[in-house]
């Protein structure tokens, strides 16, 4: 971040998945360039219950910590992210259920030691108006919720390890769906500035309303729909497999590119 706000273009890459021998490839790469690794897991594969990875996100983080030691990977440069926190997997759940299963979920992440948190409340759950678009401040409230629930579990883990560093967020009011769009793109859009610069307003109102004042300094990045969406056509005579009923809907054979814009400078909400 420091080298960004200095006018250099750097980032990091991140490594969304569970399989073994991706974590490996990972590990093995930061080891040989001694560079910093980002490692994440969603909300389908990593959560309080397991997952489809069978992992809470404890569990995640030793089996990562496990691979670096066989690998030879130096654990401080290994981060940890959630991505997709929220109720991504029970939409099915009216809020009041849903949200006290993503309020466990960010908790969960946070006191094991993840340190980049997407929190993505952009999904609709089952007594939100299918007919009506969930509004910027529905999002931004069900966010700031989540945001709070983290910061108590990091004052939970900073009890554990006075050293533990503060996890720093992602939000988003227009996040596209994990593994991509699951029909055509006909109906997507791109993120407008002035949508843009509504949802970084509405979510900092949301999040000093609850006090969260410092925790919005921690937020880096604003999750925006960059129009690009890259599928996987099948090959001749075959048929590409829908997801198991009990997969969440976003687990299908596309791609989904969306873009976390940096929050060096921060649109003004007067």
């Known amino acids: 971040m420091k080298k960004q706000k200095s006018g250099q273009s750097v980032g990091i890459y991140s490594a969304c998945s569970s399989n073994p021998f991706v974590i490996e490839a990972v590990l ?17 594969q990593v959560d309080q219950n397991g997952g489809y990875s069978g992992m809470t996100p404890k569990d995640f983080k030793e089996f990562v910590l496990a ?7 130096d654990p401080k440069l290994i981060y ?10 029970v939409q099915n759940l009216p809020e009041k259920e849903a949200m006290a299963y993503a309020r466990q979920l ?5 006191k094991a030691g993840f340190t980049k948190i997407h929190i993505d409340t952009s999904m609709k759950v089952a007594d939100d108006d299918p007919n009506v678009r969930l509004s910027d401040e529905t999002i931004a409230r069900r966010g700031a919720e989540l945001a709070q629930v983290c910061e108590e579990a990091y004052q939970e883990l900073k009890k554990e390890n006075p050293d533990a560093v503060r996890p720093v967020y992602i939000v988003g009011s227009e996040v596209p769906i994990p593994g991509g769009a699951t029909g ?11 949508d843009f610069k509504n949802t970084v307003a509405t979510f900092e109102k949301a999040f000093k309303d609850k006090g969260l004042d410092n925790t919005w300094a921690d937020v880096i990045g604003v999750v925006v729909q960059p129009g690009v969406e890259e599928k996987m056509p099948a ?27 940096p929050l060096t400078t921060r649109p003004s909400t007067n």
């Open 235 to 261: 090959a001749p005579n075959t048929t590409v497999r829908k997801p198991k009923s009990s997969w969440p809907a976003s687990r299908t054979s596309t791609t989904s590119y969306s873009k976390a814009i």
């Open 80 to 89: 940890l992210g959630g991505d997709h926190l929220g109720p991504l997997t």
């Open 106 to 110: 960010v908790h969960d992440y946070v």
């Open 67 to 73: 691979k670096a030691a066989e690998i030879g990977t």
């Open 28 to 44: 093995e790469k930061a080891r040989d360039d001694n560079a910093v690794c980002l490692i994440e897991s969603t909300a389908n």
């Open 184 to 194: 055509d793109n006909s109906g997507m859009q791109v993120t407008k500035v002035e």
